[in-house]
C-alpha cells in the first residue's frame, strides 16, 4: 500500500466513524422527542401516583438520552480533530496500527467496527490501550486482552 493508499484508507476510517456517530446521533435525539411525547400523553387520573411515575420515568429516559447526546457530539469533536493527513512510524492519535488478530485506530473510542473485511478498533486517545500504544513501532509488541500481540504495521 503507497502512503497515499494509506491516508486515504485513514480518512475512510474516519468518515466511517463520524456517520457511525450521525446515526447515533439522530437515533438518540428521536428517542427524545418520543421520551418527551410519552411524558407528555401520560393523563392525569384518579391514581395519581401512575401519573407522576409515568412522568418521571419519561425524564429521566430523557435525562439520559441527554447524556448519550452529550458524550456523542464530544466523540465528534475529538473524531474530527485527529489529523489523518500523514502517515505515521509510531503509535498516537491518527495511527492505524494493524497485528495478527486486530487493527486499532487511534481516533475516537467507538469500539469494534467492521469494513473491508477487517475489524478494527476505534480507540480514544485517552483511552489506556491507546497509551500502550503511543510509541511503539512495526515489531513492538503489547499486551492486548491478556495476550502478547506484535504490532505489524502502523501509519
Same mark, same amino acid.
Given at each position: !500500500?503507497?502512503? %497515499?493508499?494509506?491516508?486515504?484508507? $485513514? &480518512? $475512510? +476510517? $474516519? &468518515? =466511517?466513524? +463520524?456517520? =457511525? +456517530? #450521525?446515526r447515533r446521533i439522530v437515533a438518540a435525539k428521536e428517542a427524545m422527542n418520543q421520551a418527551q411525547e410519552a411524558a407528555n400523553s401520560e393523563e392525569k387520573s384518579s391514581a395519581g401516583d401512575k401519573y407522576e411515575t409515568g412522568r418521571a420515568m419519561g425524564q429521566l429516559q430523557k435525562e439520559m438520552l441527554g447524556r448519550q447526546l452529550a458524550e456523542y457530539a464530544k466523540d465528534v469533536k475529538a473524531l474530527q480533530s485527529v489529523f489523518v493527513d500523514s502517515v505515521y512510524d509510531r503509535g498516537g492519535p491518527g495511527a492505524f496500527v494493524r497485528t495478527a488478530g486486530v487493527a486499532f485506530f487511534v481516533s475516537a473510542g467507538l469500539g469494534k467496527q467492521e469494513t473491508e473485511g =477487517? #475489524?478494527? %478498533?476505534?480507540?480514544?486517545? !485517552?483511552?489506556? =490501550?491507546?497509551?500502550? %500504544?503511543? &510509541? $511503539?513501532?512495526?515489531g513492538d509488541s503489547l499486551l492486548f486482552n491478556g495476550m502478547s500481540v506484535v504490532i505489524e504495521e502502523i501509519f
Open positions: !500500500m503507497t502512503n %497515499l493508499e494509506k491516508i486515504s484508507f $485513514k &480518512n $475512510k +476510517l $474516519k &468518515n =466511517l466513524g +463520524l456517520d =457511525l +456517530l #450521525t =477487517l #475489524t478494527i %478498533l476505534f480507540v480514544s486517545p !485517552m483511552a489506556p =490501550l491507546a497509551h500502550s %500504544l503511543q &510509541n $511503539k513501532r512495526a
